[in-house]
């Protein structure tokens, strides 16, 4: 079962380029949402900090497949948002915002990847995301109403 679950896990990485996350769906509650990101080939220093973005990122424009609550985005139009509220996603990506959502994590699993004339390095993060304080972030910055999503 456990090979079945990383053949899954890294099959993607094959079409994936430098920096590349893969964010799968592990649990949620009421507050949090437990997510596993696949990082491949970034230095090892910032596979946290690509994993946490890319968490927060999904999250906002991509919907979580297998979550329940969180299969729709936060933002339906990316572009339109940023151009609107652009300080804010400044803030958020740019300056590492996102990480202040971040509850918990850990590094589960490290390998390499073989493919023609290259090696690709992949992690697998573990983390929580805080819903209610990004919820709480986004509606009290108008990029979501009170009661929307």
């Keep these: 079962m456990k090979k079945l679950l990383l053949i899954a896990l890294l099959c993607p990485l094959l079409t994936y380029g430098r920096g590349e996350c ?22 090892k ?25 969180r299969s729709i985005p936060y933002v339906a139009d990316e572009y339109g948002s940023r151009n609107v509220h652009e300080a804010y996603y400044h803030r958020l990506f740019d300056q590492a915002g996102y990480y202040q959502f971040i509850t918990d994590y850990a590094i589960v699993e490290k390998g390499k ?6 090696k690709i390095k992949y992690r697998v993060v573990d983390l929580n995301v805080n819903l ?4 709480y972030s986004l509606t009290e910055h108008n990029i979501i109403r009170k009661f929307g999503v």
């Excluded at 893969?22 to 230095?43: A, G, N, P």
């Excluded at 209610?132 to 919820?135: A, C, H, R, T, V």
């Design 22 to 43: 893969e964010v799968h769906y592990l649990s949620e509650t009421e507050e949090s949402i437990q997510l596993s990101v696949v990082v491949s080939d970034t230095k």
């Design 113 to 118: 990847r073989k493919m023609p004339g290259k």
């Design 45 to 69: 220093k910032d596979v946290v900090w690509s994993a946490c973005y890319e968490a927060i990122r999904a999250l906002l424009f991509d919907g979580v497949k297998g979550s329940k609550r």
């Design 132 to 135: 209610k304080l990004l919820k």
